[in-house]
């Protein structure tokens, strides 16, 4: 009897499916596949029953899967633990990210680990829409949900705060009144975030504002959208700086209110609630971290 069928079956129930259990454990379908059919043919009896759309345990199915799932999970999760202990960073580290951070920060992480690491794999996810925690047994989400709302399974290892502001377009700036203070920014059409209901601010004496973002013009997860829009004229985005260095370097941006602080985007780094980090998990976290401090160095005054 074969341990690694039994948790082969696990992973298909687990996961839903032949195809996504392969794509996340990084091992051809056939394999799986096989590794079932297998502890099939030696227990004597049909445990799922495959159609095109979908899959369903058995009646001897369910009752194995209900008995075995739990030890094996377990296990699992001693290996994780045992393998963090060591010095080596192997195997694929799974990453999600919202686009507005994982394209302008993780890219270059992700390349100099992979580089210092020969025997480390990167699959990163890059979302437009709000990552679901962990559906796809990532190592590493990155949110800007508040870590309170994360189930009691997650854990916030770091919590990284990146500035924002208000772009657009010269022409559209230069064909409005100068703006003071954030309530003057109903005199433009705003370019809002998927979920965007507030923009608060504080001002150079240290007064707070906050002007409810109402009708706006565009309203899109995708940053990406966004930075498009500001630059052809639409309307005021709220984006990150360092999404918009280049337009901004090309003249095709400016800021908007620039005496006036944006509210910072705030990315929790989210893991699964284990024991130990893995090695590859902590490495690429110190390598972001140390990434993040040079870029405060870089904007500090001399």
């Not at 195809?19 to 030696?42: F, I, N, W």
């Not at 799922?48 to 999760?77: C, F, H, I, N």
Request: aromatic fraction near 6%.
């Amino acid at each position: 009897m074969n341990w690694d069928d039994f948790d082969a079956f696990c992973q298909v129930v687990d996961h839903g499916g032949f195809t996504a259990a392969a794509r996340a454990l990084d091992r051809p379908k056939s394999s799986l596949s096989a590794s079932v059919a297998r502890l099939e043919e030696q227990l004597g009896t049909r445990l799922l029953e495959r159609t095109t759309r979908q899959l369903r345990l058995t009646d001897a199915g369910e009752s194995l899967y209900r008995d075995v799932s739990k030890p094996l999970s377990q296990l699992r999760e001693l290996a994780v633990d045992a393998m963090a202990k060591g010095a080596q960073v192997q195997g694929t580290l799974r990453i999600a990210a919202p686009y507005e951070f994982g394209a302008h920060h993780l890219a270059s992480v992700a390349c100099r680990i992979m580089a210092a690491h020969p025997q480390l794999k990167v699959q990163m996810d890059v979302e437009h829409a709000r990552v679901a925690l962990f559906e796809r047994h990532y190592d590493i989400v990155f949110s800007a949900i508040e870590h309170s709302f994360a189930p009691s399974t997650v854990v916030t290892r770091r919590v990284y705060s990146l500035e924002r502001g208000l772009f657009a377009a010269p022409a559209l700036v230069a064909n409005c009144p100068p703006l003071t203070v954030p309530d003057e920014l109903h005199l433009l059409p705003l370019l809002a975030g998927g979920d965007d209901t507030v923009w608060d601010f504080t001002g150079p004496d240290g007064a707070v504002a906050t002007v409810e973002v109402r009708n706006p013009r565009l309203r899109s997860g995708n940053a990406g959208v966004r930075l498009e829009a500001a630059i052809a004229g639409i309307g005021v985005a709220r984006i990150t700086a360092t999404f918009c260095a280049q337009g901004m370097a090309q003249g095709r941006l400016v800021r908007v209110l620039p005496q006036w602080q944006c509210a910072p985007l705030r990315i929790y780094a989210l893991l699964p609630g284990r024991r130990l980090v893995p090695a590859k998990v902590r490495v690429f976290l110190d390598a972001l971290e140390d990434e993040a401090a040079q870029q405060r160095d870089a904007a500090s005054p001399v």
